[in-house]
């Protein structure tokens, strides 16, 4: 699955010269974040780590991803809309995991109140990696799905330009014109306007609940800039300043600072560090109020891994998209190996397994942000050190996934140049609007390929471990 430019990776002058105009057009076209010493300051920034060359994809595999995502929507909607199923399913890691088990006690008392939400807003990105197999076909299999926070829809709408004027430069400019044009950004905002709009109040805000430490704001920028030229007002605010100034009238609309927020647009939450007492209050207040959340709590809940391994355990797409025969085949399609560690027989054979043959494995905790995964090594002693606990019940295992390395340059700040052997992962945007029980908006908004280097087993662009690239379909 060679690119046509594994020639170029061996010429020394060619990489160096096409480096320093990469970075220079990184900068020129935004790809940027904030430093890790002022990550909450825009006076000193610096590019965002990306690949010097676009990597191979196969043309069929990344078709593949574009047309089920509007499946994987459908599916996390009406998973969000499934009490029974999210009940059943996550009943034995609220148990174990304190995390899921604060989120669903919040879910539970928004239900037992009554919902007054009748607009819902799902972003979500679905991630892939490319499996190959003994005979050499790479097959498309599916990591995870993101439902809060699914960030660098921003960026990765910058970085096709810088790709292209790289190839043009190494002498490859009819290459150079069969990189696909994307903009995710630009997708996530017509699904945020739409909600705006069926909010119903032209004088709402849509608010962008963001974290303490800040680096990855020209990214969430981006998307901003897309709502003001539509000329929807966007506020930035933290949960603490929800939990301080957050209120809500008679009818649940929600205030911040005197303004009605019609969008409540998370880049934030997703991890157990976020919260103190104080902001599970403010995500209480957020969740009870009548403002579209991007997710509800509900569809956070939809993204976790226990509910993606439940997925593929036969029958369970059938009760949840009846009638929807290919959509079922489609996503089945996607799906790699995944396994309970439940308690009883299955689960005893599965850690058993797991602990006799590591490297065929990943071990997954419930948790988002990229780098808690564990692998090898690491997996066998944790497994071994929980196998008779019921802590065993907090994570699911999955087959790992075995992709084809191909050669390329990293690109990060104050790094040395060198070639590294790697592997990517391909994430497919997709938004929906479901107002009451009808769906006015479900759609793919573009996609983000990241590629790091083999060495690294787990972790994203946020966890400093991947970059940002552009796919060169083949």
């Known amino acids: 699955m060679a690119a046509p430019w594994q020639d170029v990776v061996r010429d020394a002058a060619a990489v160096r010269e096409a480096a320093a105009l990469a970075v220079d057009a990184a900068l020129l076209a935004g790809v940027l974040m904030r430093t890790g010493e002022q990550p909450n300051a825009s006076d000193v920034v610096n590019y965002a780590p990306f690949t010097l060359l676009p990597s191979a994809v196969p043309r069929a595999l990344f078709e593949q991803a574009y047309a089920v995502q509007q499946d994987f929507n459908l599916l996390v909607d009406a998973i969000s809309q499934n009490k029974e199923f999210l009940e059943q399913t996550l009943a034995s890691t609220i148990k174990v995991d304190d995390f899921t088990a604060r989120l669903f006690r919040i879910y539970m008392q928004v239900l037992e109140e009554g919902l007054v939400q009748t607009v819902f807003l799902g972003i979500n990105r679905s991630d892939y990696m490319f499996d190959c197999g003994l005979d050499g076909t790479a097959a498309l299999r599916q990591i995870e799905i993101n439902t809060i926070a699914a960030s660098f829809g921003g960026l990765t709408s910058r970085t096709a330009d810088v790709h292209r004027l790289v ?145 593929s355990r036969p029958g369970t797409l059938e009760k949840l998209l009846p009638g929807r025969p290919e959509a079922i085949a489609r996503l089945r399609a996607t799906f790699a190996g995944l396994y309970s560690l439940d308690e009883g027989e299955e689960g005893d054979r599965i850690a058993a397994t797991a602990i006799a043959d590591p490297d065929r494995f990943v071990l997954k905790p419930q948790r988002e942000g990229g780098g808690n995964n564990l692998y090898g090594e690491e997996l066998k002693q944790v497994l071994e050190k929980i196998k008779d606990s019921p802590e065993r019940t907090s994570y699911i295992l999955m087959d790992k996934i075995k992709p084809q390395p191909a050669l390329n340059y990293l690109l990060r700040a104050h790094s040395p140049l060198h070639v590294s052997e790697c592997i990517s992962e391909l994430g497919i945007f997709g938004v929906y609007v479901r107002q009451g029980q009808e769906l006015v908006l479900n759609q793919a908004a573009g996609h983000l390929l990241r590629t790091k280097a083999i060495e690294h087993a787990d972790g994203g662009v946020a966890a400093g471990v991947a970059v940002l690239d552009t796919p060169y379909l083949v």
């Open 167 to 311: 190839l043009k430069v190494l002498g490859k400019t009819e290459e150079a014109s069969h990189l696909l044009p994307n903009n995710p950004a630009k997708g996530l905002a017509l699904g945020i306007a739409k909600a705006w709009e069926l909010y119903g109040s032209q004088r709402a805000v849509v608010m962008f609940l963001v974290e303490e430490i800040q680096r990855n704001i020209f990214d969430q920028r981006c998307v901003e800039n897309e709502l003001w030229n539509r000329n929807i007002r966007v506020i930035r605010r933290r949960f603490r300043d929800v939990f301080e100034q957050g209120s809500l009238d008679g009818s649940r609309r929600l205030y911040m600072d005197g303004q009605e927020v019609a969008v409540v647009y998370y880049r934030e939450g997703y991890v157990p560090q976020t919260y103190n007492q104080q902001n599970w209050e403010a995500r209480l207040l957020l969740e009870r109020s009548r403002a579209v959340k991007c997710p509800d709590i509900a569809t956070q809940l939809a993204g976790t891994k226990k509910v993606q391994q439940e997925l």
